[in-house]
């Protein structure tokens, strides 16, 4: 059998985890299609790649990604805060809202209501967290 290398093109069903065992994201879910992608191409965490490397079909692994191999680590220079007219009226904790960033639209969470402010967090929601995906190659 052949074992996966960059360029080639993948189908796998995955189960992201977290550390606690809660499940972030699968691709094993009703209606779902494994994922297809071709590797080296930057599209997805750079740890989920390089498990895929040197699989083969069939194969059955999990993976454990450090934060740097993920979404990062934190960076509080993504937090900020703004004057509580930019955000909608009735805005919550932990609402997520879509604002206007350097490079187009980017998603935000609320993580601080003041009187006259809000902070907003535009981390990944990943961010810092050590992630685990249960993989089979399936194509």
Known sequence: MEK???????KVHYTGKLEDGNVFDTSLMEGREPLQVTLGQGML??????????MEMGEKKTIEIEPEDGYG????DLTNEIP??????GVKLNDMLTGEGPMGPINVKV???????VVIDANHPLAGKKLFFELEVVG
């Open 73 to 76: 680590q934190v960076r509080q």
């Open 84 to 89: 509580k007219s930019q955000v909608p009226e």
């Open 4 to 10: 996966i290398k960059n360029g080639d093109t993948v």
């Open 45 to 54: 965490i750079p740890g989920f790649e390089n498990g895929l490397i040197g």
């Open 111 to 117: 993580v601080e209501i003041n009187e006259e402010t």
